[in-house]
């Protein structure tokens, strides 16, 4: 069995990750770029092929503005393969990260089927914006070897990475996988297990307001972003920030919020539940707040 010195650099070498959105395709990229083997798992082949497209529209960008070379775009897409099977995606990982729809069920489960067939030495990350990293890590016998890594969208661009400790994860496991998002050129924060942690308890309930505010006539979205860039220096508005990210997972996050911390000031403001009913779920739909056109 390939053996691991906690807390030491050089220890994580092949990394898989599971979920090949946004979020997956992004940590695949990241990883690959800074010389980690990456396995891109999903549960559709055509849902990988769209994330390696995705991931090499990004460097074909890099390229352009002369980040990188042919060459070094070269050797990150070939350090990334795409594997349908998660237990040939997982078997030979040292690091398992998680980036499927936020939905505990759906998780848990994922986590579950990895826990049987990775190795012992394996460190399961989940990347999940708001739920549990106790409750993710209660599916599996590795609850000292769990722990989450929130990574920002879009990965490749945004520095934070929030480090969240389950109630059963080992101080070396947070050490290594904080020595691991040091060699991404992330800065990671260490944060308790709490729901939303730190980034989205924050962010969330001022988008939830921006929308109360659209849904009681304050003012009209333009308007209410345009103050908050211009008066709160914030460089995107919350209701663009909220069709980024998509109605439908800033609902997720409220709900996992209102429910975790049984507080009403974080109820989901009634135009989100009517938008996301109607399919409106921002730019991925071309329409949110705002109108995106066609794709």
Known sequence: MHMITRGKAGEIRNVAVVGSGTMGSGIAHVFAQY???VALNDVKSEFIDRGLQAIGKNLDRWVKKGSINEEEKARTL???????SLQRASQDADLVIEAATEDA???KSIFSTLDSTCKSHAIFASNTSSISITELASATKRPDRFIGMHFMNPVPVMKLV???RGYGTSPETAETVRTVAEKLQKVPVE????????????LLPMINEAIYCVMEGVARPEAIDTVMKLGMNHPMGP???ADFIGLDVCLAILEVLHRG???DKYRPCPLLRTMVSAGHLGRKTNKGFFDYGQS
């Open 162 to 164: 929030e480090i969240v």
């Open 35 to 37: 010389g980690f083997n």
């Open 105 to 107: 069920q759906i998780k």
């Open 261 to 263: 911390l049984g507080d």
């Open 78 to 84: 070939s350090r990334i393969r795409g594997e349908q």
């Open 191 to 202: 944060v308790n297990d709490f729901p939303g942690f730190v980034s989205n308890r924050i």
């Open 239 to 241: 209701l663009a920030l």
